[in-house]
């Protein structure tokens, strides 16, 4: 099946630094990969997400980009600031709602 | 418009025991997973439902076990409760089967001593 592995596991930056998370997965077959934020005590909520078929989304201060040849993707996070600090959890999913979550990064930003 | 609604909130089990959890997606959608969430582990898949068929199952034993009902309502069950089985479970509703936002319920924390 699909492995995700996540990279750092934990992260802090000085406020306004940016901030950089990145993903590997195994399966050549993933097609759909979103990244997810979780707050203390809330649930993951759906930040930004991109398709095979595209190389780089950006909304915003946060931008996703995906390399299909070295199957991995980033997330990147510019002028971090506090309400940024969260779990975030990149997913990689080839059918369905069937996800393969990477173990998240603990994302602290430092006022 | 409600979001993804999980039932109960806490529980606390003994080993052996078995819990039924409940989710209640959001109105309009068909698809229901769950997951389960440990410290270090993440988020793993268990399964997903799409009009009351299992579509995907996840890498778990036989003792979880789940189905949807015809309003898209969602429980998942888990027999002979193992020390090991604790953690947050979280279900997620979707529009339609096809890949895209999951919409993630506060989550049923299972405790089992």
């Known amino acids: 099946g699909e492995n995700v592995e996540q990279h750092p596991s934990t992260l802090s930056v000085q406020e306004g630094d940016s901030a950089v998370i990145k993903c590997t997965y195994s399966d050549s077959a993933s097609n759909y990969f979103p990244w997810y934020k979780q707050e203390l005590g809330k649930r993951p909520q759906l930040i930004i997400d991109i398709r095979s078929n595209v190389g780089e989304k950006k909304d915003q201060r946060i931008a996703v980009t995906l390399n299909k040849t070295a199957k991995h993707f980033s997330l990147h996070i510019t002028e971090t600031q506090p309400e940024d600090s969260a779990v975030y959890f990149c997913a990689a999913s080839k059918t369905g709602n069937q996800f393969y979550f990477g173990t998240g990064t603990s994302l602290t930003v430092i006022p | 418009k409600a979001g993804v609604t999980q039932t109960p909130r806490y529980l606390i089990k003994t080993r052996g025991q078995q819990v039924t959890l409940s989710c209640s997606p959001i109105?309009?959608?068909?698809?229901v997973s769950w997951y389960q969430q440990t410290p270090g582990q993440g988020l793993q898949f268990l399964f997903e439902?799409?009009?009351?068929?299992?579509?995907n199952k996840g890498n778990f034993p036989g003792r979880f076990s789940g189905r949807q009902f015809s309003n898209s309502r969602s429980e998942m069950n888990v027999s002979t409760l193992e020390l090991g089985d604790s953690a947050l479970y979280l279900c997620?509703?979707?529009?339609?089967?096809?890949?895209?936002?999951?919409?993630f319920g506060e989550g049923s924390r299972l405790t089992v001593l």
């Open positions: 439902y799409f009009s009351e068929t299992q579509r």
């Open positions: 109105s309009g959608h068909r698809s």
């Open positions: 997620a509703s979707s529009w339609d089967s096809i890949a895209g936002e999951l919409f």
